[in-house]
Nanobody, 123 residues
Framework: QVQLVESGGGLVQAGGSLRLSCAAS????????MAWFRQAPGKEREFVAT????????YYADSVKGRFTISRDNAKNTVYLQMNSLRPEDTAVYYC????????????????WGQGTPVTVSS
């Protein structure tokens, strides 16, 4: 089992920045590929970004590419999502997730999920 706890969400104006954190506990953090997903009100959950076990490889949804950066610190068992140039359409609950698989950006590819942290971007 892996427990994931997100933090860092909040209210920010358009154009602003936030950094989300996801602290993991339980099994060896470095064994898992990590990702961020989000779900806006009335919409389906969508993939945001993922990072490999070592942190050497990342992949982003087109909607956030160039604005968001995913990173991880295996010594601290934590994954981050730096969000810059935020837009009202980035408003959502953000979830981190952990996967044993090397590839895949669908929700079903991930084994463990956090409870989410809300992000609201005002215009």
């Amino acid at each position: 089992q892996v427990q994931l706890v997100e933090s860092g969400g909040g209210l920010v104006q358009a154009g602003g920045s936030l950094r989300l954190s996801c602290a993991a506990s339980g099994r060896t953090f470095s064994n898992y590929r990590m990702a961020w997903f989000r779900q806006a009100p009335g919409k389906e959950r969508e993939f945001v970004a993922t990072i490999s076990w070592s942190g050497g490889s990342t992949y982003y949804a087109d909607s956030v590419k160039g604005r968001f950066t995913i990173s991880r610190d295996n010594a601290k068992n934590t994954v981050y999502l730096q969000m810059n140039s935020l837009r009202p359409e980035d408003t959502a609950v953000y979830y981190c997730a952990a996967s044993y698989l090397a590839l895949g950006s669908a929700g079903r590819d991930f084994d463990y999920w956090g409870q989410g942290t809300p992000v609201t971007v005002s215009s």
